[in-house]
């Protein structure tokens, strides 16, 4: 393995190191390298806050020798003003002669411009290191700029008889059967502190009465998501609690609106494609990544349009015999986990189109 390429994984352990806090930001990291020795360390920790090139800098404490230094970084390095100061800007006023970047930067304010401004003042700059990784490491980034849209995850848990909950008809009738363990609960929590926002149908919110928190896991709430075509759901389910926003997909408005400043309501058409509407409302508001947690009419509905990225579909080894069916999906499995009673199977899309 080359140095360059041992320096810019470190980049990436560096980077999800921000996993969570950075939204709609992509995760970045960066590393200072004398002399093979590394100097300075940094990763982009919040949104809004100093990037993770500065970061590594700032980190250097003999700064003479950042003429003689190598920057890696996990990301093409800013040019434009945005919240923070252009990093390509700092680099050059630094006079670190070499930058090693994993990968281009898609988005059209930044894309090749601050590799070009750091070309234009000398600098001699390598691209595409560990590429593949660096695009996986930001894919829902990536999807966002790329294709104008959220990444898409389904979520669900299913008997071993294909099975995602008894039929019922009230909250007060039967509980939603618990098909999770309490090692797969809490990875579940894990992911929700991964993604922006987190879907339901009106019925699995008004069945289930799910918190869709994270409360299991550090970090912070995904914005909760339902459809709810004629503004039917009581005002005392878990998602209209307050602890997170919560976005409420709507054809009907009424007097009876529940008035919270948590509360969003967005009217959409629902006699044309409901799960384009969905998606582009979830663009514009700066969301790039959806996790869809049911029920089977909603994930179905995703899947039949093609709008999905990947599948974690966890299989319990107890059957239930009868009840909802699970959604019908094919894809190609990326990833299987066994827990306890349980497999956990990722999936990938055959549509999903490629970045490179």
């Given amino acids: 393995m080359s140095l360059d390429n041992i320096y810019i994984r470190r980049c990436f352990q560096l980077a999800r190191k921000g996993e969570g806090f950075t939204r709609p930001n992509p995760m970045v990291g960066a590393v200072v390298v004398y002399n093979d020795k590394i100097i300075g360390e940094g990763y982009h920790r919040k949104f809004g806050e100093v990037h993770a090139e500065v970061n590594a800098i700032n980190a250097v404490k003999n700064s003479s020798l950042l003429p003689k230094s190598t920057l890696y970084v ?49 600098v001699e700059v390598t691209v595409g290191i560990l590429e593949n990784e660096a695009h996986e490491l930001n894919k829902a980034f990536f999807t966002n700029q790329i294709h104008r849209r959220p990444y898409i995850i389904l979520k669900w848990a299913q008997s ?43 019925r699995t919110a008004f069945l289930d009465n799910p918190q869709l928190t994270a409360r299991k ?21 878990a998602i209209f609690d307050g602890i997170a926003p919560t976005i409420v997909f709507t054809d009907i408005f009424t007097n009876n609106l529940i008035k919270k400043e948590s509360i969003t309501y967005i009217p959409i058409d629902f006699s044309q494609n409901v799960e384009e509407q969905i998606i582009h409302q979830l663009y514009e508001r700066k969301i790039c990544s959806l996790l869809v ?42 990833k299987t986990n066994i827990f306890f009673n349980s497999i956990q199977i990722r999936l990938e899309s055959k549509t999903t189109r490629k970045f490179t």
Avoid at 226 to 237: M, S
């Fill in 160 to 202: 071993s008889d294909g099975f995602i909950d008894i039929e019922r008809t009230s909250r007060e009738e039967k509980p939603p059967t618990r098909i999770s363990n309490d090692l797969t609960s809490v990875l579940a929590h894990k992911l929700r502190t991964e993604i922006q926002a987190i879907m339901v149908g009106t």
């Fill in 74 to 122: 996990s990301l093409e390095p800013c040019s434009h003003y945005g919240k923070t100061p252009p990093c390509a800007e700092l680099i050059v006023s630094k006079k670190i002669p070499r930058v090693v970047i994993a990968v281009s930067d898609p988005n059209p304010k930044v894309s090749s411009k601050g590799i070009q401004m750091l070309r234009d003042n000398g």
């Fill in 293 to 334: 947690e049911g029920g089977t009419k909603t994930i179905s509905s995703f899947i039949e349009k093609n709008l999905w990225d990947e599948a974690f579909v966890e299989i319990s080894d107890t059957p239930l015999h009868n009840g909802i069916k699970v959604p019908e999906i094919q894809g190609k499995t990326i």
């Fill in 217 to 237: 896991w550090f970090g912070e709430n995904p914005t909760r998501i339902v459809i709810d075509r004629e503004n039917k759901l009581p005002a005392d389910l």
